[in-house]
């Protein structure tokens, strides 16, 4: 079953604008996940924020984890043409045997040069 | 460095017919292993999950099998299609003794007809 699911499904924005996807999940985490997929490619790891952190920068990205409303916001900053790409976050449950990443639906980004 | 390769890049097979899709990782022992099937606009979905060779663990009832003869290879297979078959495989791996990042290959396009 889904445990994330992404909002908005779908973001078109300027080139040069930020862009903002959320993630909502369920149940408790260890971490969560975000990766980027180009049409009809293999998934791309971007970031991991784990359940006891609350916010991580890399680059132009940056993640927030509120672990009390369950939910996670990947903010893409000045935005460009080739940042267009599904966004999926996936969660990590905790406990033993936690070997799943459960994925949600995915936000497709479109960036308009 | 690490890679992980999968073929056929695409496949288009009859209803009825076998399937062998097969992964391998180089650069890193021990992995786990993953196959997932992404239906188009769709999320993950994990099939199968592996610890170590031999070892497979099945999240999903259906018509497809895994099976890990070596410690880096991943095999997908089914012995008769369906049509529900179709869609993007992925295989993925990440470190062993958890889970943290995975890293995927670039998937195999499956189309039953």
């Known amino acids: 079953s889904q445990q994330g699911e992404e909002d908005p499904q779908a973001l078109s924005i300027q080139e040069g604008e930020n862009a903002t996807m959320n993630c909502s999940y369920k149940t408790s985490i260890n971490n969560l996940q975000w990766y980027r997929q180009n049409s009809g490619r293999g998934l791309v790891h971007l970031i991991l924020?784990?359940?006891?952190?609350r916010e991580k920068h890399s680059g132009r990205l940056r993640v927030t984890l509120d672990t009390s409303k369950k939910s996670s916001s990947l903010l893409i900053t000045a935005s460009r043409a080739a940042d267009t790409a599904s966004y999926f976050c996936a969660t990590v449950g905790v406990g033993a045997g936690s070997y799943q990443l459960t994925f949600g639906k995915g936000t497709k980004l479109s960036v308009i040069p | 460095s690490q890679t992980i390769h999968q073929w056929p890049a695409t496949l288009v097979q009859p209803v009825g017919s076998p399937l062998s899709l097969e992964c391998t990782v180089e650069?890193?022992?021990?992995?786990?292993l993953y196959w997932y099937r992404q239906a188009a606009g769709r999320g993950l979905q994990l099939l199968f999950y592996s610890v170590g060779i031999g070892q497979i663990s099945s999240e999903v009832p259906q018509n497809l099998s895994a099976s890990r003869p070596q410690d880096r290879q991943f095999i997908l297979s089914s012995k008769k299609l369906l049509l529900s078959d179709s869609g993007f495989y992925l295989c993925a791996w990440s470190e062993g003794g958890g889970i943290d990042t995975q890293y995927f290959g670039p998937g195999t396009r499956l189309t039953v007809l």
């Open positions: 650069g890193t022992s021990n992995p786990n």
């Open positions: 924020i784990r359940s006891n952190e």
